[in-house]
């Protein structure tokens, strides 16, 4: 097992870092984003070689060396050097994780000349970077298929591209989500349906638009069936899951699950939470419960977003998105992302406090709130907010990762007791 690229899954002990967390080696960075170049995060190093050594000793190998070089083709090299010397012998599990395209926006000028000159400078430099950093992640990604081609290793093979969201919404977006709504940072449909395919001779129906419910948990226990992983044997028992066995959906277009929690946030279920970025004084919101259920209440600063069938239910203190507008697409030109005042002030995006459902057979765009039409929809999907509440753990809200900037480098900053 080998991960590249940017880790963002927690770092705070050690033991929270990826060789320690099932990968044999790691090349990346631990955080969510840095500096292309010099790999650097407000001015601190994060990039490192992690490995065990013959001896079972970890080793955090800080790539000091690698300054100056473009980490989108750092991750892609790597890729295709543990490609050409794995041992056949045995399964491979690859993780790829770019950085490209998260800000910050950067990328040489002859990438921008070779991949985006076609796109005019003005009025938007940077969607020409950004076009720029795309081709060069696509780049790589043909150089690692290449690779499994001349290694005899694509025909077992299950080859899956997917993202973690959606083109950022606002003024300093360079991406775009068009025709859906919203973008990154909103549950709306333009920052959480992306894009996804998967290519294997494996597959027993391909050539076609899969239009199935998936989530991004779906995929480890669907590598682990496929795997022949058997968890009753580990050292430690597995923790109940929340994805589903998504290989039949996949690779038959068969329906697997018709249910998907988009977000449950409840203020008490958070320690310490009086400083929640998102809390400000609004009026308490009582969530009509089925009777059998236990109440629940939703404070201020709380959200729940639901999609179940063709539904989407969005309620509580949520960000407000709109839409971006068709001739910006035809113009190369991503001024104001569509929001609905035509305001460049992405600060101007408003929270909002209202329940909205939108039945997405009909309306993919979510123009329409038909909450106001269809009560016993509404009902029947928040009376599903207790059954996942009872499934929480209570969680410290921690932004002490700063605690962990020593000596111009990154690390974990609690020791293990």
Same mark, same amino acid.
């Given at each position: ?15 929270h ?5 099932g ?26 070689s ?19 070089q473009?980490?989108t ?8 050097e ?19 395209p ?5 990328v ?34 043909g ?13 077992n ?19 775009s989500?068009?025709p ?8 709306f ?11 294997s ?48 959906? %996949?690779?038959? @277009?068969?329906?697997?699950? +018709?249910? /998907?929690?988009? $977000?449950? #946030?409840?203020? &008490?279920?958070?320690?310490? =939470? ?26 201020p ?22 839409? %971006?507008?068709? @001739?910006?697409?035809?113009? +190369?030109? /991503?001024?104001? $992302?569509g #929001?609905?005042? &035509?305001?460049?002030?992405? =600060? ?8 909205m ?22 009902q ?11 499934k ?10 700063r ?7 990154? $690390? ?6």
């Amino acid at each position: 097992t080998h991960g590249m690229g940017k880790r963002h899954c927690g770092m705070y002990t050690w033991d929270h870092t990826p060789a320690k967390r099932g990968f044999d080696t790691f090349f990346g960075l631990y955080l969510g984003a840095q500096d292309y170049f010099s790999h650097k995060r407000s001015g601190d190093l994060d990039f490192r070689s992690d490995y065990h050594d013959e001896n079972g000793n970890f080793i955090d190998d800080l790539r000091r060396d690698l300054d100056g070089q473009y980490n989108t083709r750092l991750f892609s090299d790597e890729a295709v050097e543990r490609i050409a010397t794995h041992n056949q012998t045995n399964p491979l599990f690859l993780y790829l994780s770019y950085t490209a395209p998260h800000n910050p926006y950067d990328v040489s000028k002859q990438d921008i000349k070779k991949y985006a000159s076609h796109i005019k400078k003005k009025p938007n430099k940077g969607r020409q970077k950004y076009a720029a950093m795309i081709s060069v992640m696509d780049e790589g990604i043909g150089k690692v298929v290449e690779s499994l081609k001349e290694n005899d290793m694509m025909k077992n093979t299950l080859l899956v591209f997917l993202s973690d969201n959606g083109a950022v919404y606002g003024a300093d977006g360079q991406g775009s989500n068009y025709p859906l709504r919203g973008g990154k940072h909103s549950l709306f449909e333009g920052g959480v349906k992306t894009v996804t395919f998967v290519n294997s001779p494996l597959l027993h129906k391909t050539g076609y638009t899969n239009t199935n419910l998936l989530d991004v948990t779906d995929w480890y226990t669907t590598f682990q069936k496929m795997a022949g992983d058997e968890p009753e044997i580990h050292s430690k028992p597995q923790l109940p899951l929340d994805g589903v066995d998504m290989w039949d959906t %996949i690779s038959n @277009d068969k329906p697997g699950r +018709d249910e /998907i929690l988009g $977000n449950l #946030y409840l203020q &008490s279920m958070i320690r310490g =939470s009086n400083d929640h970025e998102f809390l400000e004084k609004r009026d308490v919101v009582e969530v009509q419960e089925d009777k059998e259920d236990e109440s629940v209440t939703m404070e201020p600063g709380d959200y729940f977003s639901l999609r179940w069938k063709n539904w989407k239910l969005m309620t509580g203190t949520y960000l407000s998105q709109g839409w %971006i507008k068709e @001739d910006q697409i035809k113009k +190369d030109k /991503i001024e104001n $992302n569509g #929001y609905k005042d &035509s305001s460049k002030d992405r =600060s101007k995006q408003k929270f909002e406090n209202v329940t909205m459902l939108f039945d997405l057979s009909e309306d993919p765009r979510e123009t329409t709130n038909v909450a106001s039409d269809n009560p016993d929809v509404v009902q029947t999907m928040m009376g599903k907010i207790s059954g996942y509440k009872e499934k929480m753990t209570k969680v410290n809200k921690s932004r002490s990762s700063r605690k962990g900037r020593k000596g111009g480098v990154w $690390n974990p900053w609690v020791e293990k007791s």
